[in-house]
């Protein structure tokens, strides 16, 4: 079966790190576009960064840009969000997605994901 799980959230400090990682089971994610969105309580689900699966390019959004970075690790059929320089901003449940787009000149978009992790939770705080 298909699935996608996140791992390495948790409670972070102002100004600290995490990587999350998402793991791909019955499919292999370097066929996917993949990208990070979050969602924050009473909050509309925003992408956060993606990854093109016909090039390799990644497209943050301005809002994390020099902050987080997406990668791969195709042996792994992982991909990874790392995360610095966080802010209380970026509290939010994380999820991963497989999908179609992720180019420069598309924004990310939800409608593009076919496969989507449970999310993991990310809270940022002093």
């Known amino acids: 079966q298909v699935q996608l799980v996140e791992s390495g959230g948790g409670l972070v400090q102002p100004g600290g790190s995490l990587r999350l990682s998402c793991r791909g089971s019955?499919?292999?994610?370097?066929?996917?576009?993949i990208g990070w969105f979050r969602q924050a309580p009473g909050k509309e689900r925003e992408g956060v960064s993606c990854?093109?699966?016909?090039?390799?390019?990644?497209h943050p959004v301005d809002s994390v840009k020099g902050r987080f970075t997406i990668s791969r690790d195709n042996a792994e059929n992982t991909v990874y969000l790392q995360m610095n320089s966080l802010k209380p901003g970026d509290t939010a449940v994380y999820y991963c997605?497989?999908?179609?787009?992720?180019?420069?000149?598309?924004?990310?978009?939800?409608?593009?994901?076919?496969?989507w992790g449970q999310g993991t939770q990310v809270t940022v705080s002093s």
């Open positions: 997605a497989a999908g179609d787009l992720c180019n420069e000149n598309y924004p990310i978009v939800e409608d593009d994901y076919d496969y």
């Open positions: 019955g499919f292999s994610l370097d066929y996917y576009a």
């Open positions: 990854i093109s699966s016909a090039d390799g390019s990644t």
